[in-house]
């Protein structure tokens, strides 16, 4: 089945650091790739979004590509700020069935220290 | 500022309460989601509306009532809840409805509802 593994954190950074969230993926012909970012106290927010292979997502400084040779949709930011603070989740969902659901990794706690 | 808006923010109930959790989104969107969120983990689906008709309940105990007054409108009634339905309850939203659903869900912040 169709499933998402991520790294799990938490990752604690200093403010201004390079940042990799990795992300790997099990699907079945060509999901859409999705990373969606919950700031505390609030709903999930979709952060960026690929849905074919060598695609770039980008939003807020925040970049992944979507790597089907390698299966992976990791997370890069080049200089992380305190307001970065979140659990970033990866998600994916298969084309094939539109009544196939969005997929969820597990979440990865992000702290950024000032 | 969220375009999904959910009420109340944080409910205590007992398990022998009945109450409402609501969702309202103005967006124009065709589907409508209820999520469960427990601590430290990711959202997991309920239930999906699209096109006001229920088309997904992700066999969800009975207790968990679901109802999409219109379009815009989403309640999820409760009734003789346990302790372990504590959780976060999150509204989502999406453009369209599930035959053409790209997986782009527009969350509201949710409700932290409490069961003693």
């Known amino acids: 089945g169709n499933s998402v593994t991520q790294m799990e954190g938490p990752v604690t950074l200093s403010e201004e650091a390079f940042l990799t969230i990795n992300c790997t993926y099990t699907?079945?012909?060509?999901?859409?790739l999705f990373w969606y970012v919950q700031y505390p106290g609030e709903g999930l927010q979709l952060l960026l979004k690929?849905?074919?292979?060598?695609d770039k997502g980008s939003n807020k400084g925040f970049e992944a590509t979507y790597r089907k040779e390698t299966t992976s949709f990791h997370l890069e930011k080049g200089s992380v700020q305190v307001s970065d603070s979140a659990v970033y989740f990866c998600?994916?969902?298969?084309?094939?069935?539109?009544?196939?659901?969005?997929?969820f990794g597990k979440g990865t706690r992000l702290h950024i220290l000032p | 500022d969220t375009e999904v808006t959910q009420t109340p923010k944080h409910l205590v109930m007992g398990m022998t309460n009945k109450k409402s959790l609501k969702c309202e989104q103005h967006?124009?969107?065709?589907?409508m989601y209820w999520y469960k969120q427990k601590a430290k983990k990711p959202p997991e689906l309920m239930f999906v509306y699209s096109y006001e008709k229920l088309s997904i309940n992700e066999s969800v105990p009975s207790r968990f009532s679901p109802e999409c007054p219109n379009s815009s409108l989403l309640n999820l009634h409760l009734h003789a809840l346990q302790p372990e339905d504590s959780a976060l309850y999150l509204c989502?939203?999406?453009?369209?409805?599930?035959?053409?659903?790209?997986?782009?869900?527009?969350f509201g912040e949710g409700s932290r509802l409490t069961v003693l």
């Open positions: 690929a849905t074919k292979a060598d």
């Open positions: 967006m124009g969107h065709r589907a």
């Open positions: 998600a994916l969902m298969a084309p094939q069935n539109r009544d196939d659901k969005i997929i």
């Open positions: 989502a939203s999406s453009q369209e409805g599930l035959a053409g659903y790209t997986g782009e869900l527009f």
């Open positions: 699907a079945t012909g060509y999901p859409s």
